[in-house]
């Protein structure tokens, strides 16, 4: 089996779905804290599924951690769990520092403590596959070339930072103690389930809601998208032939600026659910621009074709396309999503 964690968040979501969709796969034990943004309705078709076993945990609990290697016998472990939001990370550092942090920590001693002692054959071939982010590069100017492997880490938020020490924590482990590693830095993933306080699933909610759509600063910051099912199949693919102690960087080859996205996303509601007056981006609203706010991310993913072959299978614009029709179809999950933690975060960040 296979150890997943953060496997009910978006990303780590759609990565077991993914894996399970195969009838073949190995099956999955999925740890995760189920903090505001996990969410085991993303689940519900694995409900019947033996190969799919959920266990609520923290990865920084050493203990339950150990004996769930030990117990289930796991091959590979991949490290999905983290506290995700920027604009959350600048409201409040510490659970960033306590999970990213202090928690990738713990996850890697546990899983140190089990693999040391692990028979000769199951030791080489055992993995592990830290997921990181593009974020961790800093800015680009928009003339720079992309961020490739080789970049300095220049981190600019509580939560890049905290990711770039997590990143730095799972070198460490590999150089001084040989714990078989890889890294992959990716950029934004965008596509189902994604949590509404992102901008993509928010600017569909909120387009459908009637409210503001807010674009931060003047929407001219650029992103790399990437579709969370092509972040998918190149974890699988690094998974099963990257080189250890190496790192990968994932991108979608899809530079864009904030509001083309969110003027693209209005343009396929306007033809897909029309509004009785008007399009959808007569609701675009500049807001306050996030504090530190970086300018520019984009990936050059060469390395990962070049070694592994892979490409994304998305353009942005089928992506997106896709992506809108989803929440058009899939109002049980929206609505599930909206509410508690989730209501009490919008009304603190957009009163
Ligand atoms: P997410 O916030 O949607 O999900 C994170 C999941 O981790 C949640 O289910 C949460 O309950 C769980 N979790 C949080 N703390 C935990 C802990 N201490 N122990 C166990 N589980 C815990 O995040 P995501 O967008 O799915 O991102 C997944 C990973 O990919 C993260 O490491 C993130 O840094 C990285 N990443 C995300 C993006 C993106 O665009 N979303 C891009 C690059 C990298
Ligand atoms: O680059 C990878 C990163 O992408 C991941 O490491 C993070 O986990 C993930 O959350 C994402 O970070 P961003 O900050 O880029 O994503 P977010 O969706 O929060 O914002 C995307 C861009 O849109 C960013 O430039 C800020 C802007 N924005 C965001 C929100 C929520 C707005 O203009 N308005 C908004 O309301």
């Excluded at 804290?33 to 993303?42: E, H, I, M, R, S």
């Excluded at 982010?133 to 905290?162: H, K, M």
């Excluded at 569909?204 to 409210?211: D, H, P, R, T, W």
């Amino acid at each position: 089996m296979i150890l997943v964690t953060g496997g009910a968040g978006f990303i780590g979501g759609n990565f077991v779905l993914y894996w399970l969709a195969n009838p073949l796969a190995e099956g999955i034990v999925n740890l995760d804290k189920l903090t505001y943004a996990g969410n085991l309705q993303t689940l519900q078709s694995l409900e019947k599924d033996d190969r799919h076993i959920f266990v609520q945990g923290d990865i920084g609990d050493y203990g339950l951690v150990l004996s769930l290697l030990k117990k289930h016998q796991i091959r590979a472990v991949i490290n999905f769990a983290a506290e995700s939001h920027v604009d959350r990370s600048i409201h409040g550092p510490g659970d960033f520092i306590q999970t990213n942090v202090v928690g990738t920590f713990n996850l890697l001693e546990a899983v140190r403590t089990y693999w040391v002692d692990l028979p000769q054959t199951q030791k080489q071939e055992f993995r592990f596959l830290h997921v990181s982010t593009d974020e961790v590069y800093g800015t680009l100017s928009p003339t720079d070339p992309a961020f490739s492997e080789i970049n300095r880490y220049e981190p600019n938020s509580p939560y890049s930072a905290s990711k770039a020490a997590s990143d730095h924590l799972v070198r460490a482990w590999h150089h001084t103690y040989g714990l078989p590693v890889i890294t992959t830095n990716c950029s934004n993933n965008y596509g189902p389930y994604h949590f509404p306080e992102k901008l993509i699933p928010l600017v569909i909610l909120n387009a459908l809601a009637g409210k503001p759509l807010p674009i931060y600063g003047d929407g001219q910051q650029i992103r790399d998208w990437l579709y969370v099912k092509d972040h998918c199949s190149a974890i699988r693919r690094v998974l099963e032939a990257g080189r250890l102690g190496e790192t990968y960087n994932i991108g979608g080859c899809n530079e864009k600026p904030n509001i083309e996205v969110v003027q693209r996303i209005c343009g396929i509601l306007d033809t897909l659910r029309p509004k009785v007056s008007g399009s959808y981006a007569d609701q675009i609203t500049y807001v306050t621009d996030r504090p530190g706010h970086d300018r520019r991310y984009a990936i050059d993913a060469t390395k990962l074709e070049r070694e592994l072959g892979w490409k994304p299978a998305e353009t942005f614009e089928t992506g997106i396309q896709k992506t809108v029709q989803w929440y058009l179809e899939n109002q049980e999950w929206v609505q599930g999503v909206q509410t508690g933690a989730y209501r009490d975060w919008l009304d603190q960040q957009y009163q």
